[in-house]
């Protein structure tokens, strides 16, 4: 009974073990497109702060239609750890409902600095929609800095 016999048609045929580098250049251009694509869709610190920039603009629009419409004060009040919306019922500032108005804290990443040097800020929209406290609000990230302003006819506007 014969187990194996080498013969010359196997010996000179090597046997395949292990990738031809053509395999393994397959391989590293495929890793390096998918190194990149997750490289671009991390958000990086200036576009979290231009987002979140334009999420407060966004809020503070609609929280002036908010007053003009309901014939009421609206007043948004900003602290190092983030920002709520408030109207003036009765007398008496109570927090403007809806999903949109809720208290809101800021991402990790971004830091807010009133205008005004202080550590707080509060703007406020009068029931005809103008500011008697017009303000700017700045908001940092690393190198990324966007400015979101309230002017005095309640205008809101955002830039650098």
Known sequence: ?????ATAETRARPHANGFTLVELMVVLAIMALAATAVVL??????RSVRSEADRLAARLAAARDVAVIEGRS???????SGYGFERRVSGE?????GRAFEQRSWPGDVRFVAA?????ARILFDRVGTSPTP????LTGGDAREIVRVSATGEVSRGK
Do not use: C, D, K, S
């Not at 869709?41 to 200036?46: F, L, Q, R, V």
């Not at 609206?74 to 190092?80: E, M």
């Not at 303000?135 to 700045?138: K, R, S, Y």
């Open 135 to 138: 303000q700017a609000v700045v």
């Open 93 to 97: 500032w109570q927090p403007l409902p």
């Open 116 to 120: 005004n040097g202080q550590g707080a």
């Open 74 to 80: 609206v007043a948004v009040h900003f602290a190092p």
């Open 1 to 5: 009974m014969r187990i194996f016999a």
């Open 41 to 46: 869709t991390i958000p990086g610190e200036e």
